[in-house]
């Protein structure tokens, strides 16, 4: 597993107060956990979640995951939420319903009087659109601050607003965007195309996986453990995309010494920018 947000393939969700899914998040190999304050706590028990965000944290992260917080969009939730979970030691928040840059530079503030209260370095941010109001916001919501490290849309909520199915065709275009933005500001575009609750249908699962990571997705969110390992799989460099990397890029350095700066591999030409493919991949597989 590792910390570093360009490197993350999976995060899976996990209620705070669902002791037995709790217990055992730390075993589901998800490079990040999600402790959840939000959607999956009712409204009467959100100061209980809290209350049980450093005895969740602590489990949660014992085999060496990312510890996220998901907090509530509404203020007077999402400040003592943002308190909770720096205390608890999270180095992570989702934000849900982000309305724009400002709003991500409000939420900063406020984490950073949080961790100078309790000594903890700055908490990275992922930032998630959920209205159709803050699509045109994407690439300045993207760049809102140095904490952003990942940027996606919320399909659920963003496909009710639309009055359209959750589906890879209602969602295309939203994602497409973050994921624009989220790369043109050097950070990791969070999601996939298809059905986010659905778990079901592996095989479906890994299809729609599969396409996402070929658009560009670089770590993909989960609410049920059996998905974790589909999507370590897809989103994850394979031993033989890792070994061809390799054989590639060695390919086109020898070229390279001999003065050419295009050869053939593998029955096509290759040239600098599918080695610079092929170097990234190298480098998420490290």
């Not at 060496?64 to 608890?88: F, H, K, M, S, Y």
């Not at 990942?150 to 589906?167: H, I, Q, R």
């Not at 729609?208 to 049920?224: M, T």
């Not at 390919?251 to 050419?260: L, N, S």
């Amino acid at each position: 597993m590792t910390d570093h947000p360009a490197r993350w393939r999976s995060l899976l969700f996990v209620p705070v107060l669902a002791e037995r899914f709790v217990a055992k998040a730390h075993t589901r190999q998800a490079d990040v956990i999600i402790l959840d304050l939000e959607d999956s706590i009712l409204p009467a028990r959100k100061a209980e979640a809290r209350a049980a965000l450093s005895a969740a944290a602590a489990q949660v992260g014992q085999a060496g995951a990312t510890i996220c917080v998901r907090i509530n969009r509404p203020l007077e939730l999402a400040v003592p939420d943002i308190e909770a979970a720096i205390a608890a030691g999270a180095t992570a928040l989702m934000l849900p319903k982000v309305m724009g840059p400002e709003h991500v530079r409000l939420l900063a503030e406020v984490a950073a009087t949080a961790e100078a209260r309790h000594g903890r370095t700055a908490t990275r941010f992922l930032a998630i659109v959920e209205t159709a109001e803050a699509l045109p916001s994407l690439p300045e919501i993207a760049r809102a601050d140095p904490r952003v490290v990942a940027l996606g849309v919320g399909g659920e909520d963003l496909a009710t607003e639309m009055e359209a199915a959750p589906s890879a065709d209602s969602l295309y275009l939203p994602a497409m965007l973050a994921l624009l933005a989220a790369r043109a500001a050097g950070i990791t575009p969070l999601g996939s195309l298809g059905a986010f609750a659905s778990f079901d249908d592996p095989e479906g699962y890994r299809a729609a996986l599969r396409r996402s990571r070929a658009l560009g997705f670089g770590c993909a969110a989960c609410i049920h453990p059996a998905q974790v390992p589909i999507i370590n799989e897809v989103y994850g460099p394979s031993p033989e995309a890792v070994d061809r990397a390799r054989r590639l890029i060695a390919t086109f350095e020898d070229a390279v010494a001999e003065g050419q700066g295009a050869v053939a591999f593998d029955g096509a030409m290759i040239d600098l920018p599918v080695v610079d493919r092929a170097r990234r991949l190298l480098a998420r597989a490290r």
